[in-house]
């Protein structure tokens, strides 16, 4: 009943035919053209192109960084310098005002306050100077053994004021030195570059023909210093400097044990001690008249000169001064050189 009362629907044989029909819309391709095939060699170069791009910037980035980073380590290097200076200048004024203010240094035979420096390391032109002031120079003549470049050691200055010489060294800078100067060529300084130990010491002396007696012997050989000036005993100069080891007390008698190819190795277990130079100089017939602030040269000077022109008692507990290079090495003005030497016999000559 209820079928029969529904209205009939046709049977669509046709999906098609029954669609209505309706146009298909048109998509708009807004001037979309089919991609452009470039030749591959095309697009080679232009990858080469960016390449060559990328690699110029990173090139100029790492100038830039490099030029920044140089930059910055001079301004460093500048800083450096000047704290440096400042720490240099407050060394030399804390020196100056305790060697002015010391009542031990105000004794007037004491030699540290005549410290100066033109060629030496610690100021031991000064104390040369003054040593040769009280005792006189004779024949103005000097031996040093280990004498770096040859603008800074104890003759140097000495060398430049007229007196002949020797110099001995392991290494040659100096000689390069000596060649460039016209005013050294006139037989004023006689070398030799070779080890020095105690075997060869005396016979490297007799073959430059360092006659018996002379003005001055310096030696700084660091570890076999005490054994050299121990196998010098035929030689008698008027004066002699030698470098101690002021780590140890003065009241100590200590040496290192020799062998003739012990180098220093930057330790303090070198050298002797200034009580076993004292004691050496005793016996080779020297006595002990100061050190240096510093704590590093012992004057000595033969003992038929030495009484009443240098303070008493010759000994190392009166003399010693304890180590203070740490502080106190340093150049002051110029950078070094030697000066322009003065014929001896000159106007200028202080002996003549």
Same mark, same amino acid.
């Given at each position: 009943?209820?079928?029969?009362?529904?209205? !009939?629907?046709?049977?669509?044989?046709? +999906?098609?035919?029954?669609?209505?029909?309706?146009?298909?819309?048109?998509?708009?391709?807004?001037?979309?053209? =089919?991609?452009?095939?470039?030749? $591959?060699?095309?697009?080679?170069?232009?990858?080469?192109?960016?390449? &060559?791009?990328?690699?110029?910037?990173?090139?100029?980035?790492?100038?830039?960084?490099?030029?920044? #980073?140089?930059?910055?380590?001079?301004?460093?290097?500048?800083?450096?310098?000047?704290?440096?200076?400042?720490?240099?200048?407050? &060394?030399? @004024?804390?020196?100056?005002?305790?060697? =002015? +203010?010391?009542? +031990?240094?105000?004794?007037?035979?004491?030699?540290? +306050?005549?410290?100066?420096?033109?060629?030496?390391?610690?100021?031991?032109?000064?104390?040369?100077?003054?040593?040769?002031?009280? $005792?006189?120079?004779?024949?103005? !003549?000097?031996?040093?053994? *280990?004498?770096?470049?040859?603008?800074?050691?104890?003759?140097?200055?000495?060398?430049?004021?007229?007196?002949?010489?020797?110099? $001995?060294?392991?290494?040659?800078?100096?000689?390069? #030195?000596?060649?460039?100067?016209?005013?050294?060529?006139?037989?004023?300084?006689?070398?030799?570059?070779?080890?020095?130990?105690? =075997?060869?010491?005396?016979?490297?002396? @007799?073959?430059?023909?360092?006659?018996?007696?002379?003005?001055?012997?310096?030696?700084?050989?660091?570890?076999?210093?005490?054994?050299?000036? =121990?196998?010098?005993?035929?030689?008698?100069?008027? &004066?002699?400097?030698?470098?101690?080891?002021? /780590? $140890?007390?003065?009241?100590?008698?200590?040496?290192?044990?020799?062998?003739?190819?012990?180098?220093?190795?930057?330790?303090?277990?070198?050298?002797?001690?200034?009580?076993?130079?004292?004691?050496?100089? !005793?016996?080779?017939?020297?006595?002990?008249?100061?050190?240096?602030?510093? *704590?590093?040269?012992?004057?000595?000077?033969?003992?038929?000169?030495?009484?009443?022109?240098?303070?008493?008692?010759?000994? /190392?507990?009166?003399?010693?001064?304890?180590?203070?290079?740490?502080?106190?090495?340093?150049?002051?003005?110029?950078?070094?050189?030697?000066?322009?030497?003065?014929?001896?016999?000159?106007?200028?000559?202080?002996?003549?």
């Amino acid at each position: 009943m209820l079928a029969a009362s529904l209205p !009939r629907i046709p049977k669509i044989m046709n +999906r098609e035919a029954a669609m209505p029909d309706v146009p298909t819309p048109e998509v708009a391709d807004h001037g979309r053209q =089919e991609p452009e095939h470039r030749p $591959i060699a095309e697009i080679l170069s232009r990858q080469e192109e960016l390449l &060559a791009r990328l690699l110029e910037s990173a090139e100029r980035g790492r100038e830039e960084y490099r030029q920044g #980073t140089q930059a910055l380590f001079y301004e460093l290097d500048q800083v450096r310098r000047e704290i440096q200076a400042v720490r240099n200048m407050e &060394a030399i @004024r804390w020196q100056r005002e305790e060697l =002015e +203010r010391e009542p +031990r240094y105000q004794e007037p035979l004491r030699l540290p +306050r005549h410290t100066f420096q033109v060629n030496s390391q610690n100021g031991e032109d000064g104390i040369i100077h003054e040593i040769f002031r009280r $005792i006189g120079a004779t024949s103005r !003549r000097f031996v040093e053994v *280990g004498v770096g470049d040859g603008t800074e050691n104890n003759t140097a200055f000495l060398l430049s004021q007229g007196w002949t010489g020797c110099w $001995i060294d392991t290494r040659d800078a100096f000689v390069a #030195t000596v060649a460039s100067r016209t005013d050294l060529r006139d037989g004023c300084l006689a070398y030799r570059v070779t080890a020095v130990d105690r =075997e060869n010491a005396a016979g490297l002396l @007799r073959e430059l023909d360092v006659p018996p007696e002379f003005d001055l012997l310096s030696l700084d050989i660091d570890q076999n210093t005490y054994h050299v000036w =121990e196998a010098l005993h035929e030689f008698a100069p008027r &004066a002699v400097v030698v470098e101690y080891n002021a /780590a $140890i007390p003065p009241a100590i008698d200590w040496q290192v044990h020799y062998a003739a190819d012990r180098a220093w190795d930057g330790s303090q277990n070198a050298g002797a001690s200034l009580k076993a130079f004292e004691l050496l100089g !005793r016996r080779l017939g020297y006595s002990l008249v100061g050190c240096d602030y510093s *704590g590093v040269n012992a004057f000595f000077v033969r003992s038929d000169l030495a009484a009443g022109r240098f303070a008493e008692p010759f000994t /190392a507990e009166n003399h010693y001064e304890p180590p203070r290079y740490p502080h106190l090495l340093h150049r002051r003005g110029h950078p070094r050189a030697i000066l322009d030497r003065t014929p001896p016999g000159s106007p200028s000559d202080p002996s003549s």
